[in-house]
């Protein structure tokens, strides 16, 4: 009876087989199991090394911190001026006078709202060309230069990727980019 064994099951072994001798390689010869003048001579260097290094003296003494002249409650680290000096007594008492701003006026009419159309394209025609708008319950409005869109602008100017309106009676001009939706 043959035993078949798969390929990476095999490699598998292998590898771990592998993985055991480097390990063992690495940790290297046990004194108990080597030459005891080897041992000897790792203990020697390792004795010899703690020899050569001398120890620093510690002082824990002057890791303790004084008080500083700021409380715990006054410091801020982000501040890098003295305290400022309280006010003196005659400041308090005196009191400036209020000073009180006249209101803004108003320079002229408010602006018109901003047309509420969408330029969404324009055709070419045997009559000219159209533009294409949308307005915003969803209604598609279209005209030429110069007709009146949506009873309240007049289309002033049709261009490939914009189109100049303004309100019928001349004010708020304003030119509307091609938004395709």
């Not at 969803?138 to 490939?160: H, Q, S």
């Amino acid at each position: 009876m043959k035993l078949k064994v798969s390929r990476p099951v095999v490699l598998l072994a292998m590898l771990g087989v592998l993985l055991v001798v480097v390990v063992i390689a690495r940790r290297g010869e046990s004194p108990t199991s080597a030459d005891p003048r080897a041992a000897g001579a790792r203990q020697a260097a390792t004795t010899a090394s703690a020899k050569e290094t001398p120890v620093a003296d510690l002082r824990l003494d002057r890791l303790k911190v004084e008080d500083t002249e700021l409380g715990p409650t006054t410091r801020n680290p982000f501040q890098f001026k003295p305290k400022p000096a309280p006010p003196r007594a005659e400041a308090s008492t005196a009191k400036a006078p209020v000073v009180v701003a006249p209101p803004p006026v108003p320079q002229g009419p408010p602006p018109p709202p901003p047309i509420a159309l969408k330029y969404i394209g324009v055709l070419e025609t045997g009559q000219g060309r159209v533009a294409i708008f949308r307005d915003t319950g969803g209604d598609i409005v279209n005209g030429k230069e110069g007709d009146i869109i949506d009873g309240r602008y007049r289309l002033l100017k049709i261009g490939v990727e914009s189109a100049d309106l303004a309100y019928v009676d001349g004010r708020g001009r304003q030119t509307i980019r091609l938004s395709g939706q």
